[in-house]
Nanobody, 114 residues
Framework: QVQLVETGGGLVQPGGSLRLSCTAS????????MAWYRQAPGKERELVAF???????NYPASVKGRFTISRDDAKNTAYLQMDSLKPEDTAVYYC????????WGQGTQVTVSS
């Protein structure tokens, strides 16, 4: 069973930045796909960043140009860099990594408020 531990959430003012980390209990060098999702209260979970092992990335219009997904295989960690944060980015953020199966992090709260 793979464990994914997320860190980096918190309270930030509008316009600020956060970097979320997702550290895996196994090597991520063979990850097929990695993604970040978020879920705001009363809303469905939505995809905010996606990257394949070939390097293809995709972002929805709501975060494109502000969010960046990346990885550090040496640290077995995936990241989500979030810049120019807006109050509507407030949500619980989840990482999702695929090897032969899909695994999820426990979620980390991001609150954007003045």
């Amino acid at each position: 069973q793979v464990q994914l531990v997320e860190t980096g959430g918190g309270l930030v003012q509008p316009g600020g930045s956060l970097r979320l980390s997702c550290t895996a209990s196994r090597s991520i060098s063979s990850v097929i796909r990695m993604a970040w999702y978020r879920q705001a209260p009363g809303k469905e979970r939505e995809l905010v960043a996606f990257r394949t092992n070939s390097g293809t990335e995709n972002y929805p219009a709501s975060v494109k140009g502000r969010f960046t997904i990346s990885r550090d295989d040496a640290k077995n960690t995936a990241y989500l860099q979030m810049d120019s944060l807006k109050p509507e980015d407030t949500a619980v953020y989840y990482c999702n990594l695929w090897w032969e199966s899909s695994y999820w992090g426990q979620g980390t709260q991001v609150t954007v408020s003045s």
